[in-house]
């Protein structure tokens, strides 16, 4: 069982920059890969960023590629990203998850979810 609990969201003005935690619990954390995802109001979630369980190989969205950096620290069972140049569009919730195998950008494949932090950016 891997309990993820988010925070480091708030409000930030266009152009700024702000840094997801996601604090894992659970003895396997080390093993599993993690995804951040965002839900606007009204949309779907959709993919931002992923990492493999050792932090070698990440993956991002097209609409995130080199304003995000998504990376993680397994002594202290925490991921990360890293948000600049933030654009209102970028407004959300933002939820990190785990899954046991394979890193993938598809929400319905990830087993644990976080319960969300909100970001917002203003123009």
């Known amino acids: 069982q891997v309990q993820l609990v988010e925070s480091g969201g708030g409000l930030v003005q266009a152009g700024g920059s702000l840094r997801l935690s996601c604090a894992a619990s659970?003895?396997?954390?080390?093993?599993?890969?993690m995804g951040w995802f965002r839900q606007a109001p009204g949309k779907d979630r959709e993919f931002v960023a992923a990492?493999?369980?050792?932090?070698?190989?990440?993956y991002y969205a097209d609409s995130v590629k080199g304003r995000f950096t998504i990376s993680r620290d397994n002594t202290k069972n925490t991921v990360y990203l890293q948000m600049n140049s933030l654009e209102p569009e970028d407004t959300a919730v933002y939820y990190c998850?785990?899954?046991?195998?394979?890193?993938?950008?598809?929400?319905?494949?990830?087993?644990?979810w976080g319960q969300g932090t909100q970001v917002t950016v203003s123009s």
């Open positions: 998850a785990a899954r046991e195998y394979g890193v993938t950008a598809t929400p319905a494949q990830y087993r644990y």
């Open positions: 659970g003895r396997t954390f080390n093993n599993y890969p």
């Open positions: 990492i493999n369980w050792s932090g070698s190989s990440t």
